[in-house]
């Protein structure tokens, strides 16, 4: 082609689309520039793939209009190359593509998450699918394809993706967003899409979504959940059927101090006053047996790309054995003591605490922590054996002696910070097998949560015996209670 061609022709190369690393289509036409007028001579839509050195490895030419045959052939190199090792989930967001493109609207999940993130917002949370199908209508021919993969996981994409097509009255249109899309099996269950400048946003949110699940986990906490996503899709009938006919709330804000019924009138007010670009998003604080939970609940403003807090409260969840509400109770966001001595409360009167007086000493003991009584706090201690069976703790902390100091210290560095007992494994009269959460924030702004599972026998208020563990340590510590426990 290089020695046939007439030297005048010159080549450009216009950018179409990207998949990984190492694969690239692009619209590449040969132009005759002995003409003035540079026309068009030959035109091409060319696959290149290229290997690590960034050598061409492989091409492939396509006629000009035949888009779909070079998107097709680009995402099955891409499937089929390192580039992409959860396949499966590529498979499934091309698929989301090539439905809209045949007018088909995709598979969803009863309780997907639909939000859209644009500063020029089209369609409220929970309107993605007649959006779409308005779309069809306004513009009949319009397709939209994948620019760009910006991370691939297991749990779903974030792409670049460009729409074009012509509105019925003849004009055209191309414009780019950012899509982020989540799988559950087979079905869409999040779909957000952001500004085509907001990638880093869309970036970290995919982030904030790929955390590991919170450890957290009872039929209370599943059930606020599931009451959040309620909110979430305005759904107020659903928001109902999780609540037991004699369900009640208690709001102990400041300023806001009321109690009733959870009666259509109370939930009709949450739905209606909330802003139509809220989303309510829960934090596990605490559980306690498997009918109560602890959340800080947080509503944010999406109509705004940094997405801020318009709302902020705890919520204790109290549900019954057929997980239905039971009991609501709300707190101010800094009222963490009293919610957690609420919580405490309220599993001891559930009958299923054999040791109430273990229960509160460490609820005592815990708050000496926080408010930084570290004399208290010693004195309590002050005969403690210590053993540590953290792997990638520091190795000369061994004893009393080296740990309370250590404490000490961290509790120093970390500003802000505060230790919640997130739930209490296992209990007797001797003591107890706790998970404990420390978190704070670093003098250099950094947010830290150091998980530990911390074995602890008492002699009325005295600490005797403590044994740390790492989280997935768990059964080990849970055996090596029992261990202590056995009559001698």
């Known amino acids: 082609m290089l020695e046939t061609a007439p030297s005048s022709w010159q080549m450009t190369s216009e950018p179409v689309a990207i998949r990984g690393h190492r694969l690239a289509l692009t619209r590449d036409a040969f132009r005759d520039t002995d003409d003035a007028d540079r026309p068009i001579v030959v035109e091409l839509l060319i696959i290149t793939e290229v290997d690590d050195d960034e050598l061409i490895s492989y091409s492939v030419v396509f006629d000009i209009d035949d888009f779909d045959a070079a998107f097709a052939e680009l995402d099955s190199r891409y499937l089929d190359s390192d580039s992409a090792s959860h396949a499966h989930t590529w498979s499934l967001v091309k698929e989301v593509y090539a439905a809209f493109n045949r007018r088909e609207l995709p598979p969803t999940t009863s309780d997907w998450v639909n939000i859209d993130r644009r500063r020029g917002t089209s369609f409220a949370p929970g309107d993605a699918l007649p ?3 308005a779309t069809w209508d306004v513009a009949p021919d319009i397709k939209i394809q994948i620019e760009a993969g910006h991370r691939l996981s297991d749990l779903g994409a974030v792409v670049t ?26 079905a869409i269950n999040r779909c957000e899409i952001f500004d085509e400048a907001d990638l880093d946003a869309a970036l970290a ?3 904030e979504l790929s ?3 919170s450890q957290l986990e009872n039929a209370a906490m599943r059930v606020l959940a599931r009451m959040m996503d309620t909110f979430n899709r305005r759904d107020l009938d659903s928001f109902l059927a999780l609540v037991t006919a004699d369900g009640r709330y208690e709001d102990r804000r400041k300023g806001l101090r009321d109690e009733g019924p959870i009666k259509p009138g109370f939930a009709r007010a949450l739905f209606i006053e909330a802003a139509p670009s809220w989303q309510g998003e829960r934090e596990p604080i605490a559980i306690r047996g498997p009918r109560l939970a602890l959340c800080r609940v947080m509503y944010r403003d999406h109509s705004e790309v940094d997405r801020p807090i318009a709302v902020e409260a705890l919520v204790l969840t109290e549900v019954t054995d057929d997980e239905l509400t039971s009991r609501l109770v709300i707190f101010d966001p800094a009222d963490i003591d009293g919610a957690i001595a609420e919580l405490t409360t309220r599993w001891i009167a559930s009958g299923e605490v054999a040791h109430p007086e273990v229960i509160e000493t460490a609820r005592r003991l815990n708050e000496i922590v926080n408010r930084d009584d570290w004399e208290a706090f010693a004195t309590l201690n002050a005969e ?3 053993v540590n069976h953290r792997q990638l703790s520091t190795p000369d ?4 002696a080296d740990y309370l100091p250590s404490l000490r210290m961290a509790a120093s560095l970390i500003r802000t910070h505060r230790v919640e007992h997130a739930e209490i494994l296992t209990h007797s009269a001797a003591g107890l097998v706790v998970h404990v959460v420390a978190t704070g924030m670093s003098a250099e702004g950094f947010a830290a949560e150091l998980p530990v599972v911390a074995l602890i026998l008492l002699d009325g208020e005295r600490v005797t015996h403590v044994e740390n563990f790492d989280l997935d340590q768990r059964d080990l ?7 202590l426990n056995r009559p001698t």
């Open 131 to 133: 959006y779409i199908q």
């Open 161 to 186: 993706q460009v729409s074009k097509g012509a509105s019925q009255q003849g004009f055209d249109a191309e414009w780019r967003e950012v899509a982020l899309l989540t799988f559950a099996g087979e």
């Open 205 to 207: 949110r995919f982030d």
């Open 211 to 213: 955390l590991p699940a």
């Open 384 to 386: 403690v054996t210590f």
């Open 397 to 400: 902390v061994q004893t009393i």
């Open 477 to 483: 510590a849970l055996a090596r209670f029992e261990e």
